[in-house]
């Protein structure tokens, strides 16, 4: 599996106008500007998706995911399509339409080809960030403030893909240490982006906010692990600040 000049190898190549991969002040983009992947749900099928576009309108992607396992690549990398909600969105992710339509869950063909198209892309995009939702994965909705419903929960099956084989791979106490963490770092992040802190009156530090600051548990990472989270979460509040 290689990328050659922004195109998957093994990926049906099936090219959309051009005019509809660039901006007039943005006509490409480098593979170090590519931050995630934005999943869409096509609401439609493969006769249209195989254009990589939608004629008489601005709307184009980079990837057409079809429920019978084929996969198209309309755009190389570096084009900007318009898909996913504005310039920034469409500068920073890549979008991929998946056939089907609300109420079908990706099936295991279209699963599979995203994983792989995913691995591919992080091979020559050094920024790509990591496959969860919120970070190397995103969502039309989301980046719109919720004025789309898509994908309406369809790409689920993909994101437990890549925490199924995580969790496969810890220790019981590495999975407690993970539970644990999930139900304590909202509330610490509430109060690290500018939340107000709920009243304390009469609790003991075990059971206020610096007490669990305390004693937040931390799982084993190597030095690298540390300097790819180090660099997602200073990342990710730089992008905040913009906002």
Not at 30 to 57: D, N, Q
Not at 82 to 100: H, I, K, P, V
């Amino acid at each position: 599996m290689t990328v050659v000049d922004g195109w998957l190898d093994w990926a049906i190549k099936a090219p959309g106008p051009a005019e509809k991969g660039r901006y007039p002040s943005d006509p490409e983009r480098a593979m170090s500007e590519i931050l995630y992947i934005v999943m869409h749900s096509a609401e439609g099928w493969e006769p249209f998706l195989r254009r990589g576009h939608r004629p008489g309108e601005d709307a184009s992607w980079t990837f057409s995911n079809c429920q019978d396992g084929d996969f198209y690549q309309h755009y190389p990398l570096s084009a900007l399509t318009f898909t996913s909600g504005g310039y920034t969105q469409n500068r920073d992710g890549l979008a991929c339409e998946n056939e089907g339509v609300a109420g079908q869950p990706l099936n295991a063909a279209q699963v599979a080809n995203a994983r792989r198209m995913r691995a591919d892309a992080a091979t020559v995009c050094p920024n790509l960030r990591a496959p969860l939702l919120g970070a190397g994965f995103r969502e039309h909705s989301e980046l719109t403030n919720g004025a789309t419903t898509c994908p309406s929960g369809r790409i689920s099956p993909l994101y437990r893909s890549y925490l199924k084989a995580q969790e496969e791979d810890m220790t019981e106490e590495e999975h407690n240490t993970l539970m644990t963490l999930a139900k304590q770092v909202p509330e610490v992040l509430h109060l690290l982006k500018g939340g107000e802190l709920g009243d304390q009156t009469g609790l003991g530090r075990a059971d206020s906010v610096l007490g669990k600051l305390d004693t937040m548990p931390t799982l084993a990472l190597s030095d690298d692990d540390l300097k790819k989270l180090a660099k997602y979460v200073n990342d990710d509040h730089a992008e905040r600040m913009k906002e």
